[in-house]
């Protein structure tokens, strides 16, 4: 792969790097997400594990824990999503 260069004629190319580059990123922060939305539903699951078992303490701790990572995936989730959206803006407003 060859290092884009800023003169004039290479400037579409550039851009296209860029975009690609977002689209890479989107892709491995929605992968991201999907991993960690899964392991911090398998953390609330255990927490309410605890909970039931009477360990309240413990599963208090645990639950709060996968709801906190659990918001923090859909952040991820939409700063991703945001970025595409932004990408394809761009696109749209390329001559």
């Known amino acids: 792969m060859t290092k884009p260069t800023l003169s004039s004629n290479s400037e579409p190319n550039f851009n296209q790097e860029i975009v690609r580059e977002r689209l890479r990123q989107a892709r491995y922060s929605f992968n991201l ?3 960690a939305t899964a392991m911090s539903f398998l ?8 909970l ?17 990572a659990s918001v923090q995936c859909t952040k ?10 932004k990408t394809l803006a761009e696109l749209n407003d390329a001559p």
């Open 33 to 35: 997400t999907l991993f």
């Open 43 to 50: 953390v609330s699951l255990v927490g309410a594990g605890l």
């Open 52 to 68: 039931l078992s009477g360990k309240a303490t413990e599963g208090t701790v645990t639950t709060a824990g996968g709801i906190v």
């Open 76 to 85: 991820l989730a939409k700063e991703a999503n945001d970025r595409l959206d």
